[in-house]
């Protein structure tokens, strides 16, 4: 579903080494990497965000895509339910953990940073999308989100979506992903 040959993504200038992968529907790839090697940048590259400064993507026609970014949405102040969040982006609330299950119709800004953070995650990764782009998915999690997180992960892979993950969290990514492709500054210089 997904073709990037020799991507040097970037915003004002060029910000990632040379990245080539492929991912196939029901696949799960990681991408890990040090700090500010451009991680992020390739998944905004992969959503249309970020500008392409040399190599190319090749999306299949008509694919459906749903990022999510590290940004934390703002919802303070907003008398938004995590039900009526699932509703905004399609998800279906079957499947969340119990201990979120009870909470669903809370305001967003009345959760926990880690439960407000499994919600908007959820809404993402159960959205109505063939391409699903993660960004650092277990920041904030304890390990009961994480382990839910992975057999999640699993379960939408298997129902046919290609999945890309950016995590600095090694366990994680070694149980979560089918390959790891590991970005390193400096690559094709
Ligand atoms: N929206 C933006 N506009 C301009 N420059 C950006 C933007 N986002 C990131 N950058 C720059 O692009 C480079 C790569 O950043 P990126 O966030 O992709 O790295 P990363 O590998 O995801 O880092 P981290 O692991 O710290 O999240 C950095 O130099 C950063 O300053």
């Not at 299949?60 to 039900?83: E, I, K, N």
């Not at 063939?130 to 839910?148: M, R, S, Y």
């Amino acid at each position: 579903m997904l073709q990037v040959e020799a991507l040097v993504a970037g915003w004002q200038q060029p910000a990632t080494p040379p990245v080539n992968l492929s991912l196939a529907a029901g696949e799960i790839i990681g991408l890990t990497g040090p700090n500010g090697v451009g991680k992020s940048t390739v998944l905004a590259a992969l959503a249309g965000r970020a500008q392409v400064f040399a190599g190319r993507i090749v999306r299949q026609p008509g694919l459906r895509l749903a990022l999510q970014t590290q940004d934390v949405p703002p919802v303070d102040g907003l008398p938004l339910s995590g039900r009526e969040l699932l509703l905004l982006t399609g998800a279906s609330p079957q499947g969340l953990p119990p201990w979120l299950i009870d909470r669903l119709d809370q305001r967003l800004d009345r959760l926990s940073g880690g439960q407000r953070h499994y919600l908007a995650l959820w809404a993402i990764l159960h959205a109505p999308a063939d391409l699903v782009l993660l960004d650092e998915p277990t920041n904030n999690l304890d390990a009961a989100g994480v382990q839910h997180l992975t057999a999640h992960l699993h379960d939408r892979a298997r129902a046919g979506a290609g999945i890309v993950v950016v995590s600095h969290d090694a366990a994680f990514v070694e149980a979560a992903c089918d390959r790891v492709l590991r970005l390193e500054a400096g690559d094709g210089e």
